[in-house]
């Protein structure tokens, strides 16, 4: 997640959206990279794809 992080700052999107899934698969509880992968769908203009993971992230941390 923070290689993902660090590609989203960097501009190169699909290597971290790339990184990013690749976290998830191996951790699917991992909240902060579904936070981080809403952040960049929003940038992309992704607005569907956000959404989902800003409410999977929701769920997983309690609703919080």
Known sequence: SNRGYAHMLSGNTEQALADLG????????????YRIRAALHQRMGNAAAARA???RAQQLSGGQ
């Open 22 to 33: 690749q976290a998830i698969a191996l951790n699917p509880g991992f909240v902060p990279a």
């Open 53 to 55: 993971d800003q409410q």
